[in-house]
Structure formats: C-alpha cells, structure tokens
C-alpha cells in the first residue's frame, strides 16, 4: 500500500495559478500511473489529470487542457498538479491517487490509494 498525503490547496482568485503537490511513501511507487481527481458536494468524483509510471505521457480531463500540467518524480516519489487561469467552476476537493495500472487509467475504480483530499478555492 502507498500512502499519499496532499499539499498546496487553498483560497485564489479567478485567473489565479495554485500547484498541488502529492508526497507518496512506499517503495513501489515509480512502478504505478499516478492521477489527480476532484469533487464537488453531490457529484460524482471526476478525473482531472493521470501521468503514466515513467511520466512519458498524460492526459487531461477535457476542461483542463491547457490550463494545468501534472508532473511527477518518482526520484522524490512526489505527483504534482500545476493549475493556472483557476475559474470558479475549479472550487473542489482534490485528490492524489495511485493506479493499479502502470499506463494511464481515467476511471477512479481503477485507482486503490488515495489522499485525504485538499480543498481548492477559486472566488470570482
């Protein structure tokens, strides 16, 4: 089991940039994709971004392309999430979760460790 603890949420205002880091322990986490997903009060837990085992390739729900960049180092086993031009529509819980899988995987029934969740802000 890997253990994620989640940093970096807080209050921003519209157009504002805020980056989301992921600190994982566990030896086996360079071997697994990694993801960001968020959620709102009385929705359904949506992907935002996944990152592949190595890094060399991502994907991005269709509302954060361009505008948020996930990254991870599995030299420091750390996931980032990179989120700029935040709207108000960003304001949710994020979440830092590890894939079963080693490629990218979008479902979260196929992602088995999570974080505590950090809450981002975005006023208008």
């Known amino acids: 089991q890997v253990q994620l603890v989640e940093s970096g949420g807080g209050l921003v205002q519209a157009g504002g940039s805020l980056r989301l880091s992921c600190a994982a322990s566990?030896?086996?986490?360079?071997?697994?994709?990694m993801g960001w997903f968020r959620q709102t009060p009385g929705k359904e837990r949506e992907i935002v971004a996944a990152?592949?085992?190595?890094?060399?390739?991502?994907y991005y729900a269709e509302s954060m392309k361009g505008r948020f960049t996930i990254s991870r180092d599995n030299g420091k086993n750390t996931a980032s999430l990179q989120m700029n031009s935040l709207k108000p529509e960003d304001t949710a819980v994020y979440y830092c979760?590890?894939?079963?899988?080693?490629?990218?995987?979008?479902?979260?029934?196929?992602?088995?460790?999570w974080g505590q969740g950090t809450q981002v802000t975005v006023s208008s």
């Open positions: 990152i592949s085992w190595s890094g060399s390739l991502t």
């Open positions: 979760a590890k894939s079963k899988y080693s490629g990218i995987e979008i479902r979260q029934y196929d992602y088995d460790d």
């Open positions: 566990g030896r086996t986490f360079s071997n697994y994709a």
